[in-house]
């Protein structure tokens, strides 16, 4: 057995995973070069991570150690392996990481989440499929169908908000520099969660955030295009 | 004089400095710790900074170097005088600086656009007013005084655009960590922007955005402060 466990969010299929935290930690994991063993976990499986003190994924559980949430799982990893490549980059780019999980989570996903949500409860296994549906429709107050109509529209509101991500992609490869690191992670794992769970196409072959996310398509030969979703 | 000259946006008044590009600059000279002497410049003024191969401010010479374009200006200052405090902490903290600037540029300088951009006119000479007025109406198309109407609804879609920034900043006193750096000082620039030319109350003062804005206003013995403007 690794000594490093992953939970990780999964649908009905058992390798489709599709959390943006959940593949914020995989990338980071990969980045460090840490063998890890995945374990899937279900919206209801609330039970299987209590032992961590949360019901969200993603948790990770390495010897005697239970971190959950995504930015003090970098944390930690940061500090128990100093030795393998920095997620960050010193302690000035952890603290500006902070703001990339601020704006993905509370920004990016939000405009992914109009436009994606709706395709997620098929994916389901049934028990996970009414939980999921009834938790979203009271936080959004309409059924989901309802509130992922007029796509067109929403995905120029997509196109806005990413205005400044796409000029920042027109400087450098990636946010991080020359190289990926957390903030790349981070903001890909909202691109990702949209790639495993709906077909629609998010952004135009041209626009430099395409060629961002088809380069971390690639990275650690190829894990995340590999996964179970639909073609970018 | 000084080695580093600072060619700065003035209004009539040649002491009213409300350029949020120009204020990005004077921070992180200030936090270099280098001298340099401050030149007023106007809009209309195009003729004199064109030796630096541009007709916008900042523009920075020291010596025979003449820089324009405030990241430009910033990653200038880092090479040249290395032995002085980092304005960014690394090479990575200085390439995830770049989505600050884009950030700040696209999304929360437009946000505050729309709520002070109608009180600048007044603070100009005339011939610069002119100016100001009529390439501004161009660009949105009606006049500043009708742009900016609807103060109410602008100021609750400043508060969401601000939300990633407050969230980051319950979890740290500045973006850069503990101490300011560069990403502070370009989203400092906006906000203090608007201090220069409006009297609008933009932040409630339980916000954390407030509780930094009185940080950064209060560094260097109070530099920005102490700069012609209005009360926050």
């Given at each position: 057995?690794?000594?490093i466990r992953l939970y990780e969010l999964a649908g009905a299929e058992e390798d489709r995973r599709f959390s943006p935290y959940c593949w914020r930690i995989v990338m980071a994991l990969k980045h460090k070069g840490l063998d890890f063993e995945s374990v899937?976990?279900?919206f209801t499986e609330k039970d299987t991570i209590a032992f961590a003190g949360t019901d969200k994924v993603p948790v990770l559980v390495d010897g005697e150690a239970a971190v959950h949430d995504s930015p003090a799982i970098a944390a930690y990893l940061e500090k128990t392996y100093p030795d393998r490549p920095s997620l960050f980059g010193g302690k000035e780019a952890e603290a500006l990481s902070r703001f990339f999980v601020d704006w993905t989570d509370l920004v990016l996903q939000g405009a992914l989440f109009r436009l994606v949500v709706a395709d997620i409860p098929p994916l389901l296994a049934p028990i996970d499929e009414a939980y999921f549906r009834r938790s979203r429709e009271a936080r959004v107050g309409t059924t989901l169908e309802e509130f992922c109509c007029g796509r067109e529209a929403k995905l120029d509101a997509l196109g806005q908000t990413l205005a400044p991500l796409r000029r920042t992609l027109t400087h450098q490869?990636?946010?991080?520099?020359?190289?990926p690191a957390w903030a790349d992670y981070t903001v890909f794992g909202a691109f990702q969660w949209a790639r495993c769970v709906s077909p629609i196409k998010l952004l135009a072959e041209n626009d430099p955030v395409?060629?961002?996310r088809e380069s971390m398509l690639g990275l650690y030969d190829g894990l995340a295009a590999k996964a179970k979703g639909y073609p970018v």
């Open positions: 057995m690794a000594a899937p976990w279900r490869p990636f946010l991080s520099g020359r190289t395409y060629r961002w």
